[in-house]
Each structure stands twice: as C-alpha cells, then as structure tokens.
T-cell receptor, first 111, second 111 residues
C-alpha cells in the first residue's frame, strides 16, 4: 500500500538536535526524500537516500534508513531558528513514477 | 534561470469560473507532475506526464484537465471551479525519479 506517516509537530531549543521520524509501508521504495517547506513557499529538496543505503550525511543533516522496520529519520544538528518549517518525507516506489508524501512535521525552533 | 516556474502565483476567482495554471521547466526533465496541497498541508498527486504522455491520473474530478504541449510544459485547466478546489497547486518535474524539483506553487482561492 501507499502510506507514509509522520508525527505532526516537534519543538526544540535553538542549538539542540532535532530528529524527525517517518514510517512508510511500501517495501519496494527505491528513493526516500526529505523536503522542507517554509511558510508561503514551495518545497525545497533537502536530501534523499537510496534504499540500499543505511545512512547519509550532508553537513548538519543526517538521514538514517532502517529498511527492515521501514523507518526513516532526519537529524538536524545545531538546529537554528531558520530551520523552523514543515518537513515532509516522501517515497518513490520502484514500479511507479509517483512520489508519495507524508503529512509533514512542523518543526518549531525556540530561541 | 528558475528551474520550475508556475504562473500565476496567486489566483482568486468566483465559483463556476474556468481557469488555467501554467508550468514550465528548463531542467530537461522528461516527467512532470501536478500536486495539490490542502489547507492541512497534505500533498496529493493529481497527474503526471512523461514525454507528453499521461501516465498517472489519480481520482480527480474530470473538471480538471491537464495538457502537455511538449515535455517542458504541463498546464492544468479547471472547469466550473468549486469552493473545495481552493488549495495550493504545485508543479514538479524529474527524470527517472532521482530528484524531484518543485515549483513555488499557485495559491488558488475560490470565492
């Protein structure tokens, strides 16, 4: 089936790490993505991971993939107020051109 | 040098009217999409074209008609607009699903 789930809200203090979690149901997913959406703006691709990888690091961002549990996470180190946004995880299935999105996690960074 | 551009950015119109949203990408991608984001920020795929051929047509009222004159353009025409059509519509493009690039969105308000 096509179902991607995320928690709706996360609040952290500036300078702390943020971890946003995502679960998906389709084991044939080939690529998993993280997008950021700031208020009134479009979707910005942050990073993606191929399904045969366990981890990907890109500056302050670390993506962890547990394919057995169908669990994806995004860790933001040293979270800044500019990181406040909605974060969407999304999966692309092998047999489809579709990109299926989670419901988004609203990250609030407190000064 | 915008990668995926949509016009207009904002559209306010009365119920019953017919309107079009245009999308163009200069990335050389062969697949383009329309997504709808509702008031709860949930993103749902509507249509996809690959090299001018319709490949995804989700359960969308037939008042919505996509048109792709060439692989760089995907337009969305909506007939007999209803209040429930109010949303943000995003165009996106990709090649082989490696990275999806989104436009900045068109906020449609039906009054």
């Amino acid at each position: 089936g096509e179902d991607v789930e995320q928690s709706l809200f996360l609040s952290v203090r500036e300078g702390d790490s943020s971890v946003i979690n995502c679960t998906y149901t389709d084991s044939s997913s080939t690529y998993l993505y993280w997008y950021k959406q700031e208020p009134g703006a479009g979707l910005q691709l942050l990073t993606y991971i191929f399904s045969n990888m366990d981890m990907k690091q890109d500056q302050r961002l670390t993506v962890l993939l547990n394919k057995k549990d169908k669990h994806l996470s995004l860790r933001i180190a040293d979270t800044q107020t500019g990181d406040s946004a909605i974060y969407f995880c999304a999966e692309k299935m092998d047999s489809s051109y579709k990109l299926i999105f989670g419901s988004g996690t609203r990250l609030l960074v407190r000064p | 040098d915008t990668a995926v551009s949509q016009t207009p950015k904002y559209l306010v119109t009365q119920m019953g009217n017919d309107k079009s949203i245009k999308c163009e990408q200069n990335l050389g991608h062969d697949t383009m999409y329309w997504y709808k984001q509702d008031s709860k920020k949930f993103l749902k795929i509507m249509f996809s074209y690959n090299n001018k051929e319709l490949i995804i047509n989700e359960t969308v009222p037939n008042r919505f008609s996509p048109k792709s004159p060439d692989k760089a353009h995907l337009n969305l025409h909506i007939n007999s607009l209803e209040l429930g059509d109010s949303a943000v519509y995003f165009c996106a493009s990709t090649t082989a699903g490696v990275g999806y690039t989104f436009g900045s969105g068109t906020r449609l308000t039906v009054v």
